[in-house]
């Protein structure tokens, strides 16, 4: 309320501790990740336009994001930021 057109979004990702290897020996730490968005609709020579912003890992955390094999892991992405806009034709 207040700002028309106008919405942002949040959402906070929890990974709890997990095993690397088939022999349950080697455990990674667990991880939290904080992304945040806004969004913001008007018009611009009568058309709709909605612009976008998201940042993604918003205080640049360092994780393993999972474990997809016995041995073999993912790198967490870094913080990352993303900006769009869209036009209704």
Known sequence: ?????VAVSGRVIYTSP????????LK???WTRLDLGARYAT???G???????NVDNVFDR??????WSSNALNLGAPRT????ASVDF
Do not use: E
């Open 28 to 30: 990674l730490s667990s």
């Open 62 to 67: 360092n994780y393993w994001d999972n474990v």
């Open 47 to 53: 058309r709709p336009v909605m612009f976008r912003a």
């Open 18 to 25: 997990q095993y690397v290897n088939n022999a349950n020996t």
């Open 43 to 45: 018009r611009l020579g």
């Open 81 to 84: 930021i993303r900006l769009s």
């Open 1 to 5: 309320p207040g700002l028309a057109g």
